[in-house]
T-cell receptor, first 115, second 109 residues
């Protein structure tokens, strides 16, 4: 596709419900990042994939958060038993190489509201 | 872990005034990137700096990387209302791209 696509754009979940957020990176992009952005804050790193390998998941807030990228393209961020503090915009970004010298392209984000 | 701080947190300027945001790291950086996020939007890449002391310009925007590669700045000359948004610096650590705290710019006509 032309850019990074995320779905759904908006998600309202009841506390305790499980949610799955999808990211379609730019075709062929090696690197994929997930970020959590609370209102008025900067993007907080969650996890990083290089192809299908999850190289860093140190930013995942708890074991309720799980991310996968099984075929090295589409990625899913799953949050189990959602809590109110999970309410935020979840951003996905991809970049063309696995190195540290390429720009990251962001999707529009998924706004998650836990009620 | 690696932290990237930005100052100021907020800046309100009159249209036509200049604006500068500063980015500081606790560790030496391999490179630094700058992004702009419009209200309600997503971060959009502006530029990347790699070399010590590097200066790059994009129209009214001037980006600088410090000699020690621990700090960077973004300067906007003669701000316009289209410059409104939050400006983030970002640095690569091991297997992660860390964003600074951001500077939110408001421009009054």
């Amino acid at each position: 596709g032309a850019g990074v696509s995320q779905s759904p754009r908006y998600k309202v979940a009841k506390r305790g419900q499980d949610v799955a957020l999808r990211c379609d990176p730019i075709s062929g992009h090696v690197s994929l990042f997930w970020y959590q952005q609370a209102l008025g804050q900067g993007p907080e790193f969650l996890t990083y994939f290089q192809n299908e390998a999850q190289l860093d998941k140190s930013g995942l807030p708890s074991d309720r958060f799980f991310a996968e990228r099984p075929e090295g393209s589409v990625s899913t961020l799953k949050i189990q038993r959602t809590q109110q503090e999970d309410s935020a915009v979840y951003l996905c970004a991809s970049s063309s190489t696995g190195g540290s010298y390429t720009e990251a392209f962001f999707g529009q984000g998924t706004r998650l509201t836990v009620v | 872990g690696q932290q990237v701080m930005q100052i100021p947190q907020y800046q309100h300027v009159q249209e036509g005034e200049d604006f500068t945001t500063y980015c500081n790291s606790s560790t030496t950086l391999s490179n630094i990137q700058w992004y702009k996020q419009r209200p309600g939007g997503h971060p959009v890449f502006l530029i990347q700096l790699v070399k010590s002391g590097e200066v790059k310009k994009q129209k009214r925007l001037t980006f600088q990387f410090g000699e020690a590669k621990k700090n960077s700045s973004l300067h906007i000359t003669a701000t316009q209302t289209t410059d409104v948004g939050t400006y983030f610096c970002a640095a690569f650590g091991t297997d992660k791209l860390i964003f600074g705290t951001g500077t939110r710019l408001q421009v009054f006509p």
